[in-house]
């Protein structure tokens, strides 16, 4: 079996009853095992933390005619997701905790790569990168594999890459590598005709 990279994930929308999709992928620090994704992807909107009106539960696809939920909140409504926020707001990350035995053969998350972020890949100008996703504007919705973007390092400041490809709506959430190598981000969108992407040691940051 292939380990794949990017897991499809989406939220069903409570006031309007649409899903919200996106992409996600799967990542380890030290012994603990995390589901990582953008955190405006179940919500489809800037990032807020206005829990009453978020989705109770993000879903992951393992197959495309299955799927398996994540609980958000607990029963007071706090988050159950490790997230980030600072003066300018909530970051656009999200991480879900998640049992390793599900990628073990027999469980039901085996045909996933556990990527590594103990030693994430730094950036550098001109680099290509290729991300993955799960796209819902040309196909549909989930689909194996995933789509591949390619694109080049034209910036990184902090936290942030920017890239000179254009990532379609649903690869947010998906994880980004260096061609031929590791992981060095996870994309986020666009803005001014480019690519975003959180670096991946900037999630290594994040988690304990």
Known sequence: MVPVNAVPVFAREPVLDVLN???GFFAVTG??????TAAHVPINMQVHSHWGTWPRQLWVCPAVQSSMAY????????????HVRDVSGMA????????PAAFLPSGALARYEVLDLG????P???????????????????????EQLTGSVVRFDGGLIEIDSIPLKGFSGGPAF?????????????QQGRGRLVRASWIREQLP
């Open 21 to 23: 999709t996106g992409s």
């Open 31 to 36: 012994t603990r095992v995390w589901l990582i």
């Open 92 to 99: 656009d990350f999200m991480a879900l905790e998640t049992d």
């Open 178 to 190: 260096v061609l031929g190598g590791g992981l060095v981000g996870m994309t986020i969108g666009s």
């Open 119 to 122: 030693n994430p890949i730094p």
């Open 124 to 146: 550098a100008p001109g680099q290509c990168v290729v991300a993955e996703g799960y796209p819902s504007v040309q196909r549909l919705w989930p689909y194996d594999p995933a």
């Open 71 to 82: 609980e958000l909140f607990d029963a007071l409504g706090a988050p159950l997701f490790r």
